[in-house]
């Protein structure tokens, strides 16, 4: 639908720099796409567009937290099997916003079975009950909160609009989605999905638009109880922040990382070198948890690098929509910038062994190949913040003590990796590394099916996943029965 004022936003193509969305009546009348039947403009929230988003899931709360749960679960199953339908439509969708590969992407797969999941989930919403106070009876129920405001990223949308609202939802809660400005025209056409699943009115909202003021107001909005974000360390911190000043709301962040790989002499390098490139490699470097820091023991350091530049750098760029295709483009000029400034920094700081260039001048889009660094200083800023490209530094280490050192000297936490045929040495590094996630003999982006995810330190607080995700939209109430003697 219009946003209030009748403002849209334009997207777009990162691999072409030609706009991406404008003139069509619906998403749902444009697939397949062609250049005489583009998609429609984005509509752009605004603040009385966003309040009113809030206004309708606090007034659809009390019918939907009082559901038969199995109910709510049946809404989610029809939109998980929507979802799957489509899924080749949002692939393209995703190509031509942010220029994600349609080779790819498996997040259609990976959002439907979220959403299945935690249709089925309903009866783990227990709480607990004791006899432990003498004279009386005890219990805990755990309640949703009301309405939760979830603002999902650019690099991974389907992904995050899964595994986000399934628990919110599930639980009882209502929900205001918001998109990101970079990446809005799959989870706009999911929206039209979630009309078709049934959903009743005002249970869930989903607006596109940019931080501000979409952001703002719901970070600020007295009737927001829970904000899950996922997202750069920089806007977590504005989100906490206007939570502290507006009604101390729950915040769940997931931020970013700066995530190292330790490879030690003993470790199978094959594997080694063919998961850490993939790591980095993939979304083109586009992922908060990519091991963009990975230190080799110097006896084995040459061979690594070796491999790891020929396995890197053997990517296959191009147009995301051909299937060949595995190397997308950067999501836009921003972030292309970005990753370019980093990458001049880089040089000074540190030995070039691979790329180092963009390829905007030469064919118009925002790809930049993939670049290896070695033996850069520990200090440099290449090292200490996230780049969020296709960028990785080698460095070497001697000693155990050494590279936990090095590891841990970060202000992210999100995940870290360990390579060694030592299970001893792996479980000292593992407890000893200052990570939400550690990998032994694996890499990111693989994590397990039913384990929490969430960083330390600046990469976030709060735990999400198939067994977790729940409690983040679950209020806990104690309550006491005073017992008469006859």
Same mark, same amino acid.
């Given at each position: 639908?219009?946003?209030?004022?009748?403002?849209?936003?334009?997207?777009?193509?990162?691999?072409?720099?030609?706009?991406?969305? #404008?003139?069509?009546?619906?998403?749902?009348?444009?697939?397949?796409?062609?250049?005489?039947?583009?998609?429609?403009?984005?509509?752009?929230?605004?603040?009385?567009?966003?309040?009113?988003?809030?206004?309708?899931?606090?007034?659809?709360? !009390?019918?939907?937290?009082?559901? &038969? !749960?199995?109910?709510?679960?049946?809404?989610?199953?029809?939109?998980?099997?929507? #979802?799957?339908?489509?899924?080749?439509?949002?692939?393209?969708?995703?190509?031509?916003?942010?220029?994600?590969?349609?080779?790819?992407?498996?997040?259609?797969?990976?959002?439907?079975?979220?959403? $299945?999941?935690?249709?089925?989930?309903? !009866?783990? #919403?227990?709480?607990?009950?004791?006899?432990?106070?003498?004279?009386?009876?005890?219990?805990?129920?755990?309640?949703?909160?009301?309405?939760?405001?979830?603002?999902?990223?650019?690099?991974?949308?389907?992904?995050?609009?899964?595994?986000?609202?399934?628990?919110?939802?599930?639980?009882?809660?209502?929900?205001?989605?918001?998109?990101?400005?970079?990446?809005?025209?799959?989870?706009?056409?999911?929206?039209?999905?979630?009309?078709?699943?049934?959903?009743?009115?005002?249970?869930?909202?989903?607006?596109?638009?940019?931080?501000?003021?979409?952001?703002?107001?719901?970070?600020?909005?007295?009737?927001?109880?829970?904000?899950?974000?996922?997202?750069?360390?920089?806007?977590?911190?504005?989100?906490?922040?206007?939570?502290?000043?507006?009604?101390?709301?729950?915040?769940?962040?997931?931020?970013?990382?700066?995530?190292?790989?330790?490879?030690? $002499? &003993?470790?199978?390098?094959?594997?080694?070198?063919?998961?850490?490139?993939?790591?980095?490699?993939?979304?083109?470097?586009?992922?908060?948890?990519?091991?963009?820091?990975?230190?080799?023991?110097?006896?084995?350091?040459?061979?690594?690098?070796?491999?790891?530049?020929?396995?890197?750098?053997?990517?296959?760029?191009?147009?995301?929509?051909?299937?060949?295709?595995?190397?997308?483009?950067?999501?836009?000029?921003?972030?292309?910038?970005?990753?370019?400034?980093?990458?001049?920094?880089?040089?000074?700081?540190?030995?070039?062994?691979?790329?180092?260039?963009?390829?905007?001048?030469?064919?118009?889009?925002?790809?930049?190949?993939?670049?290896?660094?070695? $033996?850069?200083?520990?200090?440099?800023?290449?090292?200490?913040?996230?780049?969020?490209?296709?960028?990785?530094?080698?460095?070497?280490?001697?000693?155990?003590?050494?590279? #936990?050192?090095?590891?841990?000297?970060?202000?992210?936490?999100?995940?870290?990796?360990?390579?060694?045929?030592?299970?001893?040495?792996?479980?000292?590094?593992?407890?000893?590394?200052?990570?939400?996630?550690?990998?032994?003999?694996?890499?990111?982006?693989?994590?397990?099916? &039913?384990?929490?995810?969430?960083?330390?330190?600046?990469?976030?607080?709060?735990?999400?996943?198939?067994?977790?995700?729940?409690?983040?939209?679950?209020?806990?109430?104690?309550?006491?029965?005073?017992?008469?003697?006859?």
């Amino acid at each position: 639908m219009e946003a209030s004022d009748k403002k849209t936003f334009p997207v777009y193509s990162p691999t072409t720099r030609e706009i991406s969305a #404008i003139g069509a009546p619906t998403l749902a009348s444009t697939f397949p796409l062609t250049s005489t039947n583009p998609l429609p403009p984005v509509p752009e929230a605004t603040a009385s567009d966003t309040n009113a988003a809030v206004a309708a899931a606090k007034a659809a709360f !009390p019918a939907w937290s009082a559901l &038969d !749960p199995t109910a709510r679960g049946a809404c989610l199953k029809k939109l998980a099997a929507l #979802i799957r339908i489509h899924n080749a439509e949002l692939a393209h969708l995703e190509a031509i916003s942010m220029g994600m590969p349609i080779s790819n992407f498996h997040y259609g797969h990976t959002c439907a079975f979220q959403l $299945d999941n935690h249709a089925e989930a309903w !009866p783990h #919403i227990q709480g607990q009950s004791s006899v432990n106070t003498p004279g009386h009876v005890t219990m805990t129920l755990r309640q949703p909160y009301g309405v939760v405001a979830l603002i999902i990223p650019w690099n991974a949308p389907v992904h995050f609009f899964g595994s986000k609202a399934a628990p919110a939802l599930i639980t009882g809660n209502t929900v205001v989605l918001k998109s990101s400005e970079k990446a809005p025209l799959a989870v706009a056409r999911i929206a039209e999905l979630v009309v078709e699943a049934g959903f009743p009115k005002g249970v869930f909202n989903i607006i596109s638009g940019h931080g501000l003021p979409s952001g703002e107001v719901l970070s600020r909005h007295m009737d927001v109880r829970v904000l899950s974000f996922t997202g750069s360390s920089r806007t977590g911190k504005l989100i906490q922040q206007a939570a502290a000043q507006t009604n101390l709301k729950k915040v769940v962040l997931e931020l970013g990382g700066k995530s190292p790989a330790i490879v030690f $002499d &003993d470790a199978n390098l094959k594997k080694a070198v063919e998961q850490t490139a993939k790591s980095v490699q993939s979304n083109s470097g586009q992922v908060c948890m990519a091991n963009t820091r990975i230190y080799v023991q110097k006896g084995v350091a040459e061979g690594f690098v070796k491999a790891f530049t020929e396995k890197f750098g053997a990517v296959r760029d191009g147009d995301p929509l051909a299937k060949e295709t595995n190397h997308g483009p950067q999501a836009d000029g921003v972030q292309y910038e970005n990753v370019m400034r980093f990458i001049e920094e880089g040089k000074g700081t540190g030995t070039l062994a691979l790329g180092g260039k963009g390829k905007l001048e030469g064919n118009g889009g925002f790809w930049i190949e993939p670049t290896v660094f070695l $033996d850069t200083a520990e200090d440099a800023k290449i090292m200490k913040e996230e780049v969020f490209g296709p960028v990785v530094n080698i460095n070497t280490f001697e000693t155990e003590g050494e590279v #936990i050192a090095k590891a841990n000297d970060t202000e992210f936490g999100l995940y870290a990796s360990v390579y060694t045929r030592s299970i001893n040495r792996a479980m000292r590094v593992a407890k000893a590394l200052e990570s939400g996630y550690v990998g032994i003999n694996c890499t990111s982006p693989l994590t397990g099916r &039913d384990l929490p995810f969430g960083g330390y330190k600046g990469s976030g607080q709060g735990r999400e996943g198939v067994l977790y995700s729940m409690d983040n939209f679950l209020e806990t109430k104690s309550v006491i029965i005073q017992i008469e003697d006859e």
